[in-house]
């Protein structure tokens, strides 16, 4: 494979990766929520193993493996089995619009780029020079968190989060050690879970798992 083809392919992988998180803000249904966060693993762990194979790191590509099990498989998977469950599995009421959310996504793509310029000017090549698109990705998904009410939309919020600062790791070092791959997944995995045990037993106990609901019944 040719330095120009991986080159290609990095920013390709990297922006599905943002394109995907722009996406979530844009689609209300749980379910395509899902598919398009399981895509974003998928295109994260093929950027990892282009980068594997450019530096000929194993452990690389140890970890291209670990994500894609991990973010594209497991933990889409198991947020499925809780939308499957959820009658109500549409973001019917976010605090934020769409067109406006998705007004506010560019101007945070914006605020990455001038953020990150700084940044990628002190390693100049031209995969760190991608390095925005992460971090973009990150401010996209405080968004999300911020902004949306269900539980799903909220987990899907803190692993675009996770993702983004994995991509920025991918594009500024070359990759992440593995140990540190496993423990952030593990982490992730062990959230997507206790949503799924919580949600069962509060629509056992409620008949949803709308948050902004719960809280009424707290108050």
């Known amino acids: 494979m040719s330095a120009g083809t991986e080159l290609d392919l990095v920013e390709l992988t990297a922006g599905v990766v943002l394109a995907c998180a722009v ?57 499925a089995r809780v939308v499957r469950r959820d009658p109500g599995s549409r973001e019917t009421t976010p605090l934020v619009n769409v067109p406006a959310s998705l007004v506010a996504a560019a101007g945070l793509v914006i605020v990455a780029y001038l953020s990150a310029g700084r940044l990628t000017s002190l390693f100049p090549s031209p995969v760190t020079r991608l390095a925005p698109l992460g971090l973009a990705t990150v401010l996209v998904g405080f968004f999300v968190l911020v902004t949306r009410r269900k539980a799903v939309s909220q987990i899907v919020g803190l692993l675009l989060v996770d993702n983004g600062v994995a ?10 050690p593995l140990l540190v791959e496993l423990g952030a997944s593990f982490d992730v995995l062990l959230v997507v879970v206790v949503l799924q045990v919580l949600a069962t037993s509060m629509r056992a106990r409620f008949g949803h798992v709308d948050l902004d609901q719960l809280r009424e019944l707290h108050d």
Do not use: Y
């Not at 594997?52 to 973010?71: I, M, N, P, S, Y």
């Not at 991509?167 to 992440?176: D, I, K, Q, R, S």
């Open 23 to 79: 996406v979530t803000l844009w689609r209300r249904d749980l379910r395509a929520l899902v598919a398009v966060l399981a895509l974003q693993g998928v295109a994260l762990a093929a950027l990892a193993a282009v980068l594997a194979l450019h530096t000929g790191d194993v452990g690389l590509g140890v970890v291209a493996g670990v994500v894609l099990l991990a973010k594209g498989l497991v933990i889409p998977n198991l947020l």
């Open 167 to 176: 991509l920025v790791a991918f594009l500024l070092t070359a990759g992440v």
